[in-house]
Antibody, heavy 118, light 106 residues
């Protein structure tokens, strides 16, 4: 059974960099699309961006200037870096998998609550 | 960005009811729309992909349909496990976007 397990710092000060990593267990890393999504009370579910096993990325333009998503296929892991965080970045962050461009997000990580506060 | 408008935002129902949730896209998304169910504190769970494809392992009481830019999720015979929030998502064009959610409550 495929499992996505994610981790990273849960409390950040304004202007710091949010860093999260998601590891894939029980399945292949190759040929899939790997996404980050966040959920906040004020904005609902927001797709942040995705990376393929080959390192091709697509980002949400609303965050593109601050986001880097990368993949390490040898470790079956992918990561999210979001720079210059503010209180507006406080949210529950999820990693997720899509089998193809024509599918939904079929497996999700457990979620990480990230709070930005001074 | 493509806007997805779900209705209703809240729906009151009972076990055994037939429930219908609508998602309207602001522009064409072809059939590239998915439905998810989310319970408190948990990640969303994929129910339907490509507007009407039933995800593996999902009970057959869930079904999806489309008519132009209007998409519908139907739950036949609502079960206790189905009281949750439901979201639609388009993956036709970047950035992918989600609807605002529909809460199904007792």
């Amino acid at each position: 059974q495929v499992q996505l397990r994610q981790w990273g710092a849960g409390l950040l000060a304004p202007s710091e960099t949010l860093s999260l990593t998601c590891a894939v267990y029980g399945g292949s890393f190759n040929t899939y699309y790997w996404s980050w999504i966040r959920q906040s009370p004020g904005k609902g579910l927001e797709w942040i961006g995705e990376v393929t096993d080959g390192g091709v990325t697509n980002y949400n333009p609303s965050l593109k200037s601050r986001v880097i998503i990368s993949a390490d296929a040898s470790k079956k892991q992918f990561s999210l870096d979001l720079t210059s965080v503010t209180a507006a970045d406080t949210a529950l962050y999820f990693c997720a998998r899509s089998p193809s461009r024509y599918y939904g997000l079929d497996f999700w990580g457990q979620g990480n609550l990230v709070t930005v506060s001074s | 960005d493509i806007q997805l408008t779900q209705s209703p935002s809240t729906l009151s129902a009972s076990v055994g009811d037939r429930v219908t949730i609508t998602c309207r896209a602001s522009q064409n998304v072809d059939s590239w729309l998915a439905w998810y169910r989310q319970k408190p504190g948990k990640a969303p769970k994929l129910l339907i992909y490509a507007a009407s494809g039933l995800e593996s392992g999902v009970p057959s009481r869930f079904s999806g349909s489309e008519s132009g830019t209007e998409f519908t999720l139907t739950i036949d015979s609502l079960q206790p496990d189905d009281f949750a929030v439901y979201y639609c998502q388009q993956y036709y064009t970047y950035p992918f976007t989600f609807g605002g959610g529909t809460k199904v409550e007792v």
